[in-house]
T-cell receptor
Framework: GENVEQHPSTLSVQEGDSAVIKCTYS??????FPWYKQELGKRPQLIID?????GEKKDQRIAVTLNKTAKHFSLHITETQPEDSAVYFC?????????FGTGTRLLVSP | DAGVIQSPRHEVTEMGQEVTLRCKPI?????LFWYRQTMMRGLELLIY????????DSGMPEDRFSAKMPNASFSTLKIQPSEPRDSAVYFC?????????????FGQGTRLTVV
C-alpha cells in the first residue's frame, strides 16, 4: 500500500518564525496533494492543496511546494501565530482516495 | 448546509456488543469516506463509497467491521462484536463530484469507547 511519512513529527517555533513540514510518499500515481489542519478535539480541515501539474501554490501565509520527481511535497507557514498550533496532515491521493500521513504537531509559542 | 453529520458524538459500550455509527453526507456529494483515528495508528481510511457503491474496503480491519450506504444521504459503519482495541474516533467525510480529487469535508466524529 501507499507509504506516507511526515517530518518532523513535532515542531516548536516562536511566534513570527517560519515552519516547514515535509511529506514523502511512495505512490507515483498520486496526483493530488492536500494539507489538512486538525486542532485539538476538532475535525481535520483542508487548508491548502496542489495538483500534480503545478509546482507551487500560495495562500496568504501558507504555501505548498511539490517535487513529483522526488515524491515529496512541503507545507510552509510564514509569520506563525499561536492559532497555527495544531496537528498538520498531508494526504496525497488519486481518484479521491486520500492516504493521510502520520501528522506533525506544531506548537507556536507567543 | 449543516455539513457532514455524524451520530452519536460519543458512544460507550461493553466488549462484545454491536455498535452502529451513522453518517449523513453533505447534499450533492457523491463520495463518502470512513476514517478511524487513534494515537498509535493516526488517521486510517477504512472504506470509501462512490455513488453509494463501495470502491475500496481494503482498510477495513477485519470481518467484525462492515459498512453500508443504502442511499446517497446515509451511511452506517457497524462493529460486531466490539472489542476494546476498537476504541477510537471515527470520522465520516464526503466530497463533491467536481474533478478527480477534491476536498474531503469531515464530520465532527464519533468517539467510541469499548470497555
Amino acid at each position: 500500500g501507499e507509504n506516507v511519512e511526515q517530518h518532523p513529527s513535532t515542531l516548536s517555533v516562536q511566534e513570527g518564525d517560519s515552519a516547514v513540514i515535509k511529506c514523502t510518499y511512495s505512490d507515483s500515481a498520486s496526483n493530488y496533494f492536500p494539507w489538512y489542519k486538525q486542532e485539538l478535539g476538532k475535525r481535520p480541515q483542508l487548508i491548502i492543496d496542489i495538483r500534480s501539474n503545478v509546482g507551487e501554490k500560495k495562500d496568504q501565509r501558507i504555501a505548498v511546494t511539490l517535487n513529483k520527481t522526488a515524491k515529496h511535497f512541503s507545507l510552509h507557514i510564514t509569520e506563525t501565530q499561536p492559532e497555527d498550533s495544531a496537528v498538520y496532515f498531508c494526504a496525497p491521493g488519486r481518484f479521491q482516495k486520500l492516504v493521510f500521513g502520520t501528522g506533525t504537531r506544531l506548537l507556536v509559542s507567543p | 448546509d449543516a455539513g457532514v453529520i455524524q451520530s452519536p458524538r460519543h458512544e460507550v459500550t461493553e466488549m462484545g456488543q454491536e455498535v452502529t455509527l451513522r453518517c449523513k453526507p453533505i447534499s450533492g456529494h457523491n463520495s463518502l469516506f470512513w476514517y478511524r483515528q487513534t494515537m498509535m495508528r493516526g488517521l486510517e481510511l477504512l472504506i470509501y463509497f462512490n455513488n453509494n457503491v463501495p470502491i475500496d474496503d481494503s482498510g477495513m480491519p477485519e470481518d467484525r467491521f462492515s459498512a453500508k450506504m443504502p442511499n446517497a444521504s446515509f451511511s452506517t459503519l457497524k462493529i460486531q462484536p466490539s472489542e476494546p482495541r476498537d476504541s477510537a474516533v471515527y470520522f465520516c467525510a464526503s466530497s463533491p463530484p467536481a474533478g478527480m480529487n477534491t476536498e474531503a469535508f469531515f464530520g465532527q466524529g464519533t468517539r467510541l469507547t469499548v470497555v
